[in-house]
């Protein structure tokens, strides 16, 4: 498929939607949308466990957007509580919540339904959708990515982008060759708080940057709750389908779903959760979008005393950037981003933003000319991108980039020694054993890596 095609496709729906109904109908046909039912932008949502279901009902309030497929491999659960303590997930749950919205909406009658799927091949393949939400465990968005973008369509990603390196570099080349609109759900940088802070550093007000502290949450040592002995897999769930291209481990509830990524057949731990917030957040006011850190050092892991998990409870990532920046990541700091410089220092988190200086961070107060991208909403970004095809808030290789020093620090730990890297050619220098690890990709059959 050419980088035309998306564009092509927008044109054609836009232009048959202005012959066959006027752009804005009356409120009693579309009940509370305004948006022509052609020219609306229609979405499949792939995994709907916690996040999936929160960004459906999200794009369900948005008039501009059709929701028409939806897929997952689990018809209902409660993540890792019980029945009766939350509302039910899964692919049930969500279609009812679906055709609840549309058929209020549209009046008794007037909505068809929405399909599901356990296979999510059969989603991407379908001619009437514009872009994929993929909201599965970290093993599954590789796959699910690659099927979508080679079926034309936009993207929209949760991050860390992949499970593994070499798959976020197949990503971001693949939405270039595509030409396709991608956003990384690395929501923090469509927040006025965090752009504020970027904003402070980067237009030097806290001076040359010498280091910065990301903070990131502790590994979890102990099951983080009941059921952590082997069972079989509960009904309603396509267990072999769930692990995929990972290893098929014995099913344990303590370990599936919220809980998956504290094993490294599913997940990295709460690195890999979030540096995707944290790290980028950092990136984004060193200005390494598209770059990356010259030397990396896995310092003062250790690990969970239960073999059901495997990921660091402690830890710390050291890097060395460009012009002699330290980066250090660790759960060992405050959570949120923290730049220091030679002239103050400016620290932000969700909820809370400090600098040395409290004039920086006041609403009305000049930070200078520098103005990075301003999104007050990152899934109408991504949805605003799609028509426009400009680049949203948090493409493809930035989300890629912002968690590589995740990938290194694993590898780092691996060999025990540091790396050094060079972030043009995303290579590991004179050291091909962790070159090697770092770019291996196993999956398990009939999955293919291609």
Same mark, same amino acid.
């Given at each position: 498929?050419?980088?035309?095609?998306h564009?092509?496709?927008?044109?054609?729906? =836009?232009a048959a939607?202005a012959?066959?109904?006027?752009?804005?109908?009356p409120?009693?046909?579309?009940?509370?949308?305004?948006?022509?039912?052609?020219?609306?932008?229609t979405?499949?949502?792939?995994?709907l466990?916690e996040?999936?279901?929160?960004?459906?009902?999200?794009?369900l309030?948005?008039?501009?957007? +059709?929701?028409?497929?939806?897929?997952?491999?689990h018809?209902?659960?409660y993540?890792?509580?019980?029945?009766?303590?939350?509302?039910p997930?899964? #692919?049930?749950?969500?279609?009812q919540?679906?055709?609840?919205?549309?058929? @209020?909406?549209?009046g008794?009658?007037?909505?068809?339904? *929405?399909?599901a799927?356990?296979?999510?091949r059969k989603? *991407?393949?379908r001619?009437?959708?514009?872009?994929i939400?993929?909201?599965t465990?970290?093993?599954?968005h590789?796959?699910?990515v690659l099927e979508? #973008?080679?079926?034309?369509k936009?993207?929209?990603?949760?991050?860390p982008?992949?499970?593994?390196?070499?798959?976020?570099?197949a990503?971001?080349?693949?939405?270039e060759?595509?030409?396709?609109?991608?956003?990384?759900?690395?929501? +923090?940088?469509s927040?006025?708080?965090?752009r504020?802070?970027?904003e402070?550093?980067l237009?030097? %007000?806290?001076?040359?940057?010498? =280091?910065v502290?990301?903070g #990131?949450p502790?590994?979890?040592? +102990?099951p983080?709750?009941e059921g952590?002995e082997p069972?079989p897999?509960p009904?309603?769930?396509?267990y072999e389908?769930?692990?995929?291209? =990972?290893?098929?481990?014995?099913y344990?509830?303590?370990?599936?779903?919220?809980n998956?990524?504290?094993?490294?057949?599913?997940?990295g731990?709460?690195?890999?959760?979030?540096?995707?917030?944290?790290n980028?957040?950092a990136h984004?006011?060193?200005?390494v979008?598209?770059?990356?850190p010259?030397?990396?050092?896995a310092i003062?892991?250790t690990?969970?005393?239960?073999?059901?998990?495997?990921?660091?409870?402690?830890y710390e990532i !050291?890097?060395?950037y460009?012009g002699?920046?330290?980066?250090?990541?660790?759960?060992?700091?405050?959570?949120?981003?923290?730049?220091i410089?030679?002239?103050?220092?400016?620290?932000?988190? !969700?909820?809370?933003i400090e600098?040395?200086?409290?004039?920086?961070? +006041?609403? =009305?107060?000049?930070?200078?000319p520098?103005k990075?991208? #301003?999104?007050?909403?990152?899934?109408?970004?991504?949805l605003? *991108?799609i028509r426009?095809?400009?680049p949203?808030?948090?493409p493809?290789e930035?989300?890629?980039? @912002?968690?590589?020093?995740?990938?290194?620090?694993f590898?780092?730990?691996a060999?025990?020694r540091?790396?050094?890297w060079d972030?043009?050619?995303?290579?590991v220098?004179?050291d091909?054993?962790?070159g090697a690890? %770092?770019k291996?990709?196993?999956?398990?059959d009939p999955?293919?890596f291609?």
């Amino acid at each position: 498929m050419t980088p035309s095609t998306h564009s092509r496709r927008r044109f054609i729906r =836009s232009a048959a939607s202005a012959v066959a109904a006027p752009m804005i109908l009356p409120s009693g046909v579309l009940g509370a949308s305004r948006t022509a039912p052609g020219d609306r932008i229609t979405l499949g949502i792939i995994g709907l466990g916690e996040m999936g279901t929160g960004h459906l009902k999200a794009f369900l309030q948005n008039e501009a957007v +059709q929701v028409v497929a939806l897929c997952d491999v689990h018809n209902k659960h409660y993540r890792d509580r019980k029945p009766g303590e939350r509302d039910p997930l899964g #692919l049930d749950p969500a279609r009812q919540l679906v055709e609840d919205h549309y058929a @209020s909406a549209l009046g008794k009658g007037s909505y068809a339904g *929405c399909d599901a799927y356990t296979d999510f091949r059969k989603l *991407c393949a379908r001619d009437d959708i514009d872009a994929i939400i993929v909201a599965t465990p970290d093993h599954w968005h590789a796959l699910c990515v690659l099927e979508a #973008l080679r079926n034309g369509k936009d993207v929209y990603c949760e991050k860390p982008v992949t499970h593994l390196f070499a798959e976020g570099q197949a990503i971001y080349r693949e939405v270039e060759k595509q030409g396709a609109v991608f956003q990384t759900g690395s929501q +923090q940088r469509s927040s006025i708080r965090f752009r504020v802070a970027v904003e402070i550093v980067l237009n030097g %007000l806290i001076g040359k940057v010498h =280091s910065v502290e990301v903070g #990131l949450p502790t590994g979890f040592s +102990q099951p983080r709750t009941e059921g952590f002995e082997p069972a079989p897999p509960p009904p309603g769930l396509d267990y072999e389908l769930w692990c995929g291209p =990972s290893e098929k481990l014995p099913y344990i509830f303590a370990r599936h779903h919220r809980n998956w990524r504290c094993h490294s057949a599913c997940g990295g731990g709460q690195i890999m959760d979030f540096i995707g917030h944290h790290n980028d957040i950092a990136h984004w006011g060193l200005g390494v979008d598209a770059s990356g850190p010259e030397e990396v050092e896995a310092i003062g892991w250790t690990f969970p005393e239960t073999t059901i998990y495997n990921m660091p409870v402690d830890y710390e990532i !050291r890097s060395r950037y460009a012009g002699g920046v330290h980066v250090s990541i660790s759960n060992r700091h405050p959570m949120g981003t923290k730049w220091i410089g030679e002239d103050g220092w400016v620290y932000v988190d !969700r909820g809370k933003i400090e600098a040395s200086h409290q004039e920086w961070i +006041q609403e =009305s107060f000049d930070r200078g000319p520098i103005k990075p991208y #301003l999104s007050l909403n990152h899934h109408t970004n991504f949805l605003e *991108c799609i028509r426009s095809r400009k680049p949203c808030i948090a493409p493809a290789e930035t989300g890629h980039r @912002s968690v590589t020093p995740g990938h290194l620090g694993f590898i780092s730990q691996a060999v025990g020694r540091p790396l050094k890297w060079d972030a043009n050619t995303e290579t590991v220098i004179g050291d091909s054993e962790a070159g090697a690890l %770092l770019k291996t990709v196993h999956y398990r059959d009939p999955w293919k890596f291609e």
